[in-house]
Structure formats: C-alpha cells, structure tokens
C-alpha cells in the first residue's frame, strides 16, 4: 500500500509530490502520481503553447519548486540567456518549461508516475482503494489534483452550432487543436475577452497570414494578475477564513477574481497592433452561429450589428467553472458520503481534507484557499498545507 497517491500530474499533482517528497513527507517509493498523459504538465504546456504567450501572467516566485527563490538562481546560474518581464520579474515560458523539467528531473518525479485513469474510489481499512483503466491501486492518503483543463467553456451558441460547424469553430484549449499547425488563410475571428483571447488574436495578427478580428463582450479590462495579490497571504484571507456561510465564500471567490481580464503588458501589446491595423477589435455578443450562404465560412450574428462574416472562429473563452472530476468525483461524493458546498464544491479542512484519507488541491480545494486556488501559486500553498497534515 502506498502512502500517497496523487491523482493528477498537472502543476498541482507535480509540484506537491515534489513538495512531499522533499519535505520528506513521502519516500520515493511510497508516492506516486496517477496521470493519463505520457509527460508532466503535458495539458499545462499545451495549453500555453496554443495562447502564444511569450511570459507568464505569474511573477518568479511561483514555481513547482519548493524554495521561493529557486526559478530566479536557475535563470542566474543555468540559463544565461533567461528572460524576464516586468513589473514582477515574471519568466518567459520557455524559462519557466525549462526549471520545470529541471525540478522533474533533479527531485526524480518521473519514475513516481503512473499511466493511467482513475475511475472510482473505495474506502479500505487502512485508506482508499484507487479504480483505474490499469487496475486497482491502494493508497493511506489519495489527492485528487484534478484541474478544469479537460474541460474548455464553450459558450451556448457555440455548443449549439458545434456539430453543424465542426470544420470552422475551434476551441483554443481542445487537445486536437494546435496554434503552430493552424493556418489562418481568410477571415479569423477569435472570441473572448482575457488574456488568452488577446494574446492568440496578437499571435494570429503578427503571421500575417490573414485578417484577425477579437470580438469580446466588454471592453479590454486590464488588471496585473487574475485577482489581487492580498490573496496570497492573510491581509485577505483572515476575512475569508472567518466566513464559516460557503455561499458567502463563493461569493467572495466570485468577485475576487478578475475573470475576462488581461496584465498592462498584453493590453500595450493589443493596442499597438490594433493601431497598425494587423488585427480589429469589436465589441459585440455573439448570439448564434449560422454557415455562410455565400461560401464556406461562418456569420456570427450579434444583437445591433451586421453579421460578422468568418472563415474561421477560435474559441478563447477560458475553462468551464463547474467542478472538475466528473463521474469521479461524482461517485466519490455518493459512495464516500463527501461533504460539499450549494456550488457543489467540496467542503473541506485547513488540511485540505476532504474525507477519511482523501484530500485535494487546485480547483477543488478553492474554498479553503481562496480565489487562488487554481493558480500555480495555489499549487504551493496546498503543498504547505499538506506537508503538516496530521
């Protein structure tokens, strides 16, 4: 029987079996992580690949690794040609892929990864009986990693039409989709008002392969990170924490974060190609898609205004907010008796446990966190938390 069984070898899953392990909360051959990709962070990095983005959104300090400062003395002393951004100091992507591989490699988490998929939990004696597609796996503490990135949002009018427009509507998150092998010959329209829609819109413009339009609800709201920083330590979250209502909580969460938002730096870069005219902005609400009578393309049709004609429309619109984990989750809370909140999301302790050796981390421990939660940052406050659970 194992000690941990960590399902889930996102950011999370990886940074916090490397926080267990350092930390000496776990032996090597005790741990393990349960995952149906053949990399680490294998969605994570496709996922920021297909946004186009050259930095991070977060600042140096949030890494998988378990000493604050380590991406900064990697960058000094390993990558003489590392690049930062300001304000915050926060990495390039290629940097902060290559400290990833350097924490996996060094700290050994390769060989604690298991390929496959959890499909149902069961209570055992001594801890949790673990159903996969590979067989059974027993373990006295299980945590469910699990992250929104198997589920992109796609708004009504786009699910409505999916099938019928299945050649000419993309998600910039679906698995199948790639941004280096989409050619943008013709019209292409990205929709959604985040960073991510920004950044793919200025990716597609700077190709010059096509017009680009980004068409967003509101206008462009600018703000440095996905909520304020006071998120991270208790200026913030003293308030939170003596909120015991989880519908008051939920609220708080809801109107922390900045969701449809974008950092200074993307704002700048989105208005300098929009005053050179590589792309154009409108700002409309896309009810229905229908197929273009005069060729072979797409007409989203918006309230007030013409058509908007498209040869191609991608999707940026962000991850869907129900909670992940779907049929497993959803067993787990029948068969284990789970407690959960009205939204549905579990109701756990400081441990961030959610039952009799089960806890959980990302998403999922988002009440107990905060609105950071999601966030790589998160990833590290869960590992604090896990490392001194009783």
Avoid at 17 to 45: F, Q, T
Avoid at 143 to 149: C, H, P, R, S
Avoid at 215 to 238: K, N, T, Y
Avoid at 377 to 384: D, V
Wanted: contains cysteine; proline residues 8%.
């Amino acid at each position: 029987m194992l000690d941990w069984l960590i399902v889930g070898g996102g950011v999370h899953g990886t940074a916090i079996s490397n926080h267990l392990l350092r930390r000496g909360r776990a032996a090597p051959d005790r741990i393990r992580v349960l995952d149906p990709h053949d990399e680490p962070l294998a969605r994570w990095h496709a996922c920021t690949r297909n946004t186009g983005m050259p930095f991070l959104r977060s600042p140096v300090a949030h890494h998988l690794d378990v000493q604050p400062a380590a991406l900064h003395h990697f960058a000094e002393t390993e990558v003489p040609d590392h690049r930062f951004t300001r304000p915050y100091r926060r990495p390039s992507l290629d940097l902060f892929r290559r400290h990833c591989d350097a924490v996996i490699e060094r700290n050994g988490l390769r060989p604690l990864r298991l390929r496959a998929t959890a499909t149902r939990l069961h209570a055992r004696a001594a801890g949790l009986a673990v159903e996969t597609d590979a067989g059974a796996i027993e373990a006295r503490r299980v945590l469910l990693a699990l992250g929104a990135g198997d589920q992109p949002y796609w708004p009504a009018w786009a699910a409505a039409s999916r099938r019928e427009l299945a050649g000419a509507i993309h998600h910039v998150f679906d698995p199948a989709w790639e941004l280096a092998r989409f050619a943008n010959p013709g019209r292409t329209v990205v929709i959604g008002g985040g960073i991510s829609a920004a950044q793919v819109a200025v990716a597609l413009a700077r190709r010059r392969s096509g017009p680009v339009a980004l068409v967003m609800r509101h206008a462009p709201r600018v703000h440095q990170f996905d909520s304020d920083v006071c998120w991270i330590g208790e200026q913030c979250l003293r308030h939170f924490r003596r909120t015991h209502d989880m519908r008051h909580r939920r609220d708080i969460i809801r109107r922390a974060r900045h969701r449809g938002s974008m950092p200074p730096d993307v704002h700048r870069q989105l208005i300098k190609d929009l005053g050179r005219g590589a792309l154009c902005l409108l700002e409309a609400e896309v009810e229905r898609a229908t197929p273009d009578p005069l060729g072979r393309g797409v007409l989203l049709h918006c309230p007030g205004r013409a058509p908007i004609a498209a040869d191609h429309v991608l999707l940026a619109t962000g991850f869907d907010p129900r909670r992940p984990g779907g049929a497993l989750v959803d067993h787990a809370i029948a068969d284990l008796g789970l407690p959960v909140a009205p939204c549905g999301y579990p109701v756990v302790d400081a441990a961030l446990h959610w039952g009799r050796g089960l806890h959980v981390t990302g998403p999922l421990a988002e009440l107990e966190i905060g609105p950071v939660a999601r966030n790589i940052i998160g990833a590290r406050l869960a590992g604090e938390r896990l490392v001194r659970a009783p």
